[in-house]
């Protein structure tokens, strides 16, 4: 268990605001420079690179260097369910308004988005509420099971489900879990499973990244796929 005196410095380091907005920004997966991260924060770089330092310190960001670039992401899909679940309780602190409304307020963040490295909003509710319903998986409070018939559907889709069970990278997380949605308040589909969708939504055309946002846009091809392989019904971006 964490000691009190970690516990607040994460939850010191995680409420600056500038600090909150670029962990914030690194919920779409990506990777991003100090100077990318220094532009959404609103701060300039020196102080942007000093943030990030404390945070890499913390375990809450990773950094990685390619050539003379050095790119930032989320240590851990636990910082990214962290952070959901911080804007969940802000949101929910928020003063009441006659009209209670959950979650982002833009409309594409709603309707389809990122959450770190799987699917969110009204798109990734539908989807493992079409995969529940066909009986390809089984969602706990906490866990979940790909069932026999899911295996099959995934190996359709070309996501090879004994190899995400084997890969050694993926050890110490969950093949399946319900991650609870920010926006809809319903599960959706998270854990290496949920990821591997994500990832072959991407790499198949079926949806594709809205510039400067976390939200996603669902192409054509993807509304055939999701229609016919989970059942999902949703609209044109």
């Not at 100077?35 to 000093?50: D, R």
């Not at 990773?62 to 679940?85: D, F, I, N, T």
């Not at 990278?169 to 609870?180: A, D, G, H, I, W």
Request: net charge positive.
């Amino acid at each position: 268990m964490a000691s009190n005196a970690l516990f607040a410095e994460v939850a010191s380091l995680a409420g600056d605001p500038a600090r909150a907005g670029m962990l914030h920004a690194l919920m779409d997966g990506r990777a991003l420079t100090a100077s990318e991260l220094a532009h959404v924060a609103g701060i300039a770089p020196q102080t942007a690179s000093g943030h990030l330092a404390r945070l890499a310190a913390a375990g809450l960001v990773r950094v990685e260097k390619q050539g003379r670039h050095r790119y930032h992401r989320l240590a851990s899909p636990a910082v990214a369910r962290m952070m959901e679940s911080i804007m969940q309780v802000a949101s929910d602190a928020a003063p009441m308004r006659r009209t209670v409304r959950t979650g982002p307020r833009d409309a594409a963040l709603r309707a389809a988005r990122t959450c770190y490295d799987h699917l969110a909003g009204r798109l990734g509710v539908a989807l493992a509420d079409g995969l529940v319903a066909g009986g390809h998986v089984e969602l706990a409070d906490d866990a979940g099971l790909v069932t026999g018939a899911g295996i099959g559907l995934f190996g359709r889709l070309g996501i090879d489900m004994a190899a995400l069970a084997t890969d050694r990278s993926r050890r110490t997380r969950l093949l399946c879990r319900p991650c609870l949605d920010w926006s809809e308040r319903r599960p959706h589909l998270a854990g290496a499973v949920g990821a591997a969708l994500c990832t072959r939504s991407f790499e198949e055309g079926w949806i594709r990244r809205i510039e400067g946002t976390r939200a996603v846009a669902i192409t054509p091809k993807g509304q055939q796929v999701f229609r016919d392989a989970f059942g999902v019904r949703h609209d044109r971006q």
